[in-house]
């Protein structure tokens, strides 16, 4: 209760001790990217329109395809395509049917009677459209009207302030590995992974594929280690619950992911994955010096009393003496400071 009440003051929402005790054992740490490594905040750097098509068409397309999608990519555009002529925009979103998304790949819509696809390059693959840049080197969104390649949108997302922190003590916490988890292409994923020292990452991945990979972590770690996932979305909930420990960013993620998670971390800190192993830890220690203190005095009280030594009284009273000091030894659970064990960190 100590611990938990710790981590509650720290904004951490712990859903039951045995999470605790889970922590102090782990192996490796995943990451999804968007919304968790990254502050999922996406903004449209740049527009490139192929086959006749101008920028402005293809941003208007883009825009109307993902209208009623809730993914920050989708924002991203619709907010770029604001800045369009008012008239422009609107003779488009004033005719949208039939929208349907597939999580993954993309979305679609019947735009003023254009069929437009807007979507990731394993959507191109699917539909069997021909287009000749896989990869522009960055997260991207490629855009089909009427089954010809009409361009694609080069979106941009920011590293949080702190992840490089956050898989630094990570690792000083004892993560023997640190592996990231994403949708999106190679070259996104491995520049992040770069930046943040992340150990291994996944690229291209399926919500379901995350649940696979995630599983085969699992499956290498060794037997009495444990594995956590951190993630924030809609689709990172099975991931959640596949791991040992399912870590949550409350303050941005979904109601499914929160649902889903064991741990919630309340306003999206990254850098209260390592302090909640830090308080695990700290409160696995003193759980085993009162279970050590404890059995001690009991056993020497049972060889006093059974040499003649100790009296009933005396044994009651050691009895409770020893609860009660196990219970003063376990608040200082509650009192463990955020910046404690950070000082080499800090100094490096």
């Known amino acids: 209760f100590a611990g938990i009440g710790n981590a509650s003051k720290n904004r951490i929402l712990v859903k039951g001790a045995n999470y605790l005790d889970a922590l102090t054992k782990l192996d490796s740490v995943v990451f999804d990217k968007t919304g968790t490594l990254t502050k999922g905040v996406f903004s449209v750097t740049d527009v490139v329109p192929y086959n006749g098509f101008s920028r402005e068409a293809l941003l208007r397309y883009a825009a109307a395809a993902e209208y009623g999608s809730t993914h920050p990519i989708a924002r991203s555009i619709r907010q770029a395509a604001a800045l369009l002529p008012a008239q422009s925009l609107a003779s488009a979103m004033s005719r949208i049917e039939n929208p349907s998304e597939k999580k993954g790949y993309g979305v679609r819509a019947l735009v003023d009677g254009h069929d437009v696809m807007a979507g990731n390059d394993r959507?191109?693959?699917g539909e069997q459209i021909p287009h000749d840049n896989c990869n522009p080197g960055g997260t991207v969104v490629h855009v089909v009207v009427d089954g010809h390649y009409a361009g694609y949108i080069l979106i941009s997302d920011i590293v949080k302030e702190g992840a490089a922190q956050a898989v630094h003590e990570l690792k000083r916490e004892g993560a023997r590995k640190v592996v990231m988890l994403t949708g999106d292409d190679e070259a996104v994923a491995g520049r992040i992974a770069s930046d943040l020292g992340i150990d291994t990452y996944y690229a291209g991945l399926l919500p379901q594929e995350k649940v696979e990979k995630l599983q085969q972590?699992?499956?290498?770690?060794?037997q009495d280690k444990t594995v956590a996932f951190v993630?924030?979305?809609?689709?990172?909930?099975p991931v959640l619950m596949?791991?040992?420990?399912?870590v949550a960013m409350g303050g941005l993620g979904s109601d499914a992911a929160i649902e889903a998670a064991d741990l919630v971390i309340m306003d999206d800190d990254i850098c209260r994955v390592p302090l909640a192993i830090r308080i695990a830890k700290h409160t696995h220690s003193i759980v085993r010096e009162n279970v050590a203190f404890a059995?001690?005095?009991k056993a020497?009280?049972?060889?006093?009393?059974?040499?003649?030594?100790?009296?009933?009284?005396q044994a009651v009273i050691a009895d409770v003496g020893v609860s009660l000091l196990a219970v003063l030894n376990s608040l200082r659970a509650a009192g463990m400071r955020r910046d404690a064990g950070m000082a080499d960190?800090?100094?490096?």
Request: proline letters at 2%; charged letters at 20%.
């Open 295 to 297: 059995l001690s005095v």
């Open 231 to 237: 993630g924030d979305g809609m689709n990172d909930a």
């Open 300 to 313: 020497i009280f049972i060889v006093l009393g059974g040499i003649g030594y100790a009296d009933m009284w």
């Open 217 to 222: 972590i699992k499956r290498e770690a060794p």
């Open 242 to 246: 596949t791991a040992d420990v399912g």
């Open 345 to 348: 960190t800090v100094r490096k």
């Open 123 to 125: 959507m191109l693959h």
